[in-house]
């Protein structure tokens, strides 16, 4: 089976939402480009990866064409995304590129990867302005930060059971 791409151009939205609750969620990225709509389902260290890329990327750029660009983003909820997109996936990888003469960059997501040329699964490619990039890299930080409380010594996730703290050997808290 040859590998399908899917090239979504240049993305008019870009949403990243969690589901589930704390230390059971589950996320993915919805992704719009004119009438053309995808679903990403994707691993919470994925996320925070391509958060993390983004901003670090962003933070080299010039903030006076990011913050001209801020002004045009649209706006609305998450809950507009249409209920049958025409993609929907699970990343099993995830490639950022940078194109700074255009100002963009450029999101590569696949299935997973298959053993064999002819086994690979479907793969999307979108691309996406600065100040879209800086909102999506806003986003996965305060959906991150929404999950579980850290222990504020070791930072491991603190569930319903209590926490035995490697750092404060081994005492539960």
């Known amino acids: ?39 990403l389902w994707i691993e919470k260290q994925q996320l925070v990866a391509l958060g993390l890329a983004l901003e670090q990327v962003l933070s080299q750029v010039a903030p006076q064409e990011l913050q001209r660009e801020m002004l045009s983003l649209p706006s609305g909820l998450v ?4 209920l049958n997109p025409q993609l929907e996936f699970r990343v099993g990888q995830l490639q ?10 450029q999101i590569i997501a696949g299935d997973s990867v298959g053993e ?20 999506l890299s806003q986003q996965i930080a305060a959906v991150a930060a929404a ?27």
């Open 96 to 105: 950022l590129g940078h194109d700074p003469v255009n100002m963009q960059f």
């Open 1 to 39: 089976m040859a590998e399908a791409q899917f090239d979504f151009g240049l993305a008019t939205r870009l949403d990243v939402d969690a589901l589930g609750e704390p230390g059971r969620r589950t996320f993915r990225l919805l992704i719009r480009s004119g009438t053309s709509a995808a679903l």
């Open 79 to 82: 809950t507009d995304f249409p």
């Open 147 to 173: 999950g579980r409380p850290r222990c504020p010594l070791c930072g491991e996730p603190l569930g319903d059971e209590p926490h035995q703290c490697a750092l404060s050997n081994g005492h539960v808290h």
């Open 116 to 135: 064999e040329e002819e086994d690979r699964p479907p793969r999307l490619t979108v691309r996406l302005g600065y100040a879209m990039a800086s909102r």
